[in-house]
């Protein structure tokens, strides 16, 4: 079994490895520069993970873990894009580095790259096949909860459920993807296969969660980014949602009122919304929930039919992933 570092270094070295054409630079060398930022791996290195419960043989499923790989940083590029996002993991995002047609074309490119990456495992054989069903459905899968994203920035009237499958569909899907086709292409049988689904699903759903809270009550020197963007743009997160459910009187009229401003002094804002939050409980209710979608997620964990040893490493991947400490 390999440890969760050193899978990283394995799928980095990887990376740095891949050759792409010479021509045209301009379409390739985004490509490169947006898989050269690193970021946690998290995709790839659940899969290598998934498979290593069954088989040692990681090397033999590299090109798939890439193309996931390949895969989540095309849709951070077209991403970074639609939300006019200038940085990326502290550097400039591909259409601030070059331009927008570039964005739109590399990123393209990435799509087909991942395609041609994954159907590389010919040794799979069958395996490969359901991998492959796997893959379709969480790629577009992807592409559905962006869509949501997008149309929630219009509405208030978001619902909670609603919520919760958008980020399933636009986060959680890839975690639970990876780990569902490393388990594939490891010949697990169906009931391992989709109980891993659902441990990476929920895994998903806390991890997305909790970034909702650490937006607006982390240390932004440990968040690595600043506190209150969310706010800011009204995005329509768990937080968001259960505060114009539970507010009510002034401290409803206050809250629907930040959100129809149109000018407004950024800190103001931030700090008006996250009193309502403090004044409502937001921030246990979003704790609560968070615990209790974790919990689900181990709990299909355990019934996984392999060594309980051979599973502590997904454990502590987990708890890694939500900085806990159990």
């Given at each position: 079994m390999n440890s969760q570092a050193e899978l990283i270094a394995i799928v980095n070295q990887y990376i740095e490895k891949m050759q792409?054409?010479?021509?045209?630079?301009?379409?390739?060398?985004?490509?490169?520069?947006?898989?050269?930022?690193?970021?946690?791996?998290?995709?790839?290195v659940l899969m290598?993970?998934?498979?290593?419960?069954?088989?040692?043989?990681?090397?033999?499923?590299?090109?798939?873990?890439?193309?996931?790989?390949?895969?989540?940083?095309?849709t951070l590029?077209?991403?970074?894009?639609?939300?006019?996002?200038?940085?990326?993991?502290?550097?400039p995002t591909v259409h601030k580095k070059w331009d927008e047609n570039t964005a739109i074309l590399s990123g393209d490119a990435m799509l087909i790259i991942a395609y041609q990456l994954f159907s590389e495992n010919q040794k799979a054989g069958t395996n490969l096949i359901k991998a492959m069903q796997t893959f379709n459905e969480a790629t577009l899968g992807v592409c559905d909860g962006q869509q949501y994203d997008v149309e929630f920035e219009s509405r208030n009237d978001v619902k909670e459920e609603e919520y919760m499958e958008m980020i399933r569909l636009k986060t959680s899907l890839l975690l639970a993807c990876a780990l569902k086709i490393g388990?594939?292409?490891?010949?697990?049988?169906?009931?391992?296969?989709?109980?891993?689904?659902?441990?990476?699903?929920?895994m998903g759903l806390a991890f997305q969660l909790q970034d909702d809270l650490l937006d607006v009550y982390g240390n932004p020197a440990v968040f690595g980014k600043k506190i209150g963007g969310d706010i800011?743009?009204?995005?329509?997160?768990?937080?968001?949602?259960?505060?114009?459910?539970?507010a009510t009187g002034e401290d409803k009229a206050q809250l629907e009122s930040w959100i129809r401003k149109k000018e407004y002094n950024p800190q103001e804002k931030i700090q008006a919304v996250t009193t309502i939050y403090d004044k409502v409980g937001i921030k246990s209710i979003c704790q609560q929930k968070i615990e209790e979608i974790f919990e689900q997620s181990l709990q299909y964990l355990g019934k996984v039919k392999v060594e309980e040893s051979k599973k502590e490493g997904l454990k502590l991947f987990a708890n890694n992933l939500l900085k806990r400490n159990k």
């Open positions: 792409y054409n010479p021509q045209p630079e301009g379409l390739y060398a985004p490509i490169k520069y947006v898989l050269s930022l690193g970021g946690k791996r998290i995709r790839p290598l993970m998934a498979y290593n419960l069954y088989k040692d043989d990681i090397q033999t499923i590299m090109p798939n873990a890439i193309a996931l790989e390949t895969y989540h940083n095309f590029l077209h991403d970074d894009l639609m939300d006019k996002a200038d940085m990326r993991r502290g550097n388990a594939q292409l490891a010949g697990a049988d169906e009931e391992d296969c989709n109980n891993l689904y659902l441990f990476g699903e929920k800011l743009c009204n995005k329509k997160t768990f937080m968001l949602i259960n505060a114009l459910n539970i």
